[in-house]
């Protein structure tokens, strides 16, 4: 599922929304040993939902090959693809240096580039910390010991 997970770009941050519907996000991330990292700015709809409700459901999905037996066969269709669906509750982090540390772990998840934040930014921005609490996972269309 680790794996999985290191594969995908973004991933899909499920929440609630202020009238108790849901509310579906795509987002980048960062995720070490059992944690999710997100990052966004200091305001948005997003934010007052989380205030409400902290409970997420992120979801992640790798490979998107199509594939069949027969072309005839309308059901013999499927997508050679795994996802993995993880949930927890979002915490956002207050300390500089530990900010700078989880940007990073997201920075490193996109790129090897030396890279820097100024103070002032590393204040406005907000970073979201999601330890998993459940994590399942699914594959779809591989054989055997395929791997995406
Ligand atoms: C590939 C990708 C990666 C992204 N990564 C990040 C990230 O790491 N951090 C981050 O903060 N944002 C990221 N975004 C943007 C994110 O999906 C939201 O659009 C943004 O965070 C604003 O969310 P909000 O709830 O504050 O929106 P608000 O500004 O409160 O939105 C107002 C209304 O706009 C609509 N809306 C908002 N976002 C979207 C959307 N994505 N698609 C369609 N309609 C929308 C909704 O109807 C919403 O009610 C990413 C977007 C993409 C496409």
């Not at 948005?44 to 409970?55: D, I, Q, T, W, Y």
Request: proline residues 4%; glycine residues 10%.
């Amino acid at each position: 599922m680790e794996d999985i997970i290191g594969q995908c770009p973004i991933c899909f941050v499920g929440m609630t929304d202020l009238d108790g519907n849901p509310y579906v996000l795509p987002m980048n991330f960062g995720y070490q040993a059992g944690t999710l990292y997100l990052h966004s700015g200091p305001e948005g709809g997003k934010l007052g939902m989380l205030a409400k409700n902290s409970r997420v459901c992120v979801t992640f999905c790798a490979g998107h090959e199509l594939t069949y037996q027969s072309p005839q066969m309308a059901c013999s269709y499927s997508m050679r693809s795994a996802s993995v669906m993880c949930r927890g509750e979002v915490e956002f982090v207050e300390d500089l240096e530990d900010k700078r540390r989880y940007l990073d772990l997201i920075m490193r998840h996109y790129t090897d580039n030396e890279f820097g934040y100024s103070d002032p930014a590393v204040r406005n921005v907000k970073v979201w910390k999601v330890a998993v609490q459940e994590m399942s996972g699914k594959v779809f269309g591989l054989r055997g010991h395929e791997k995406i």
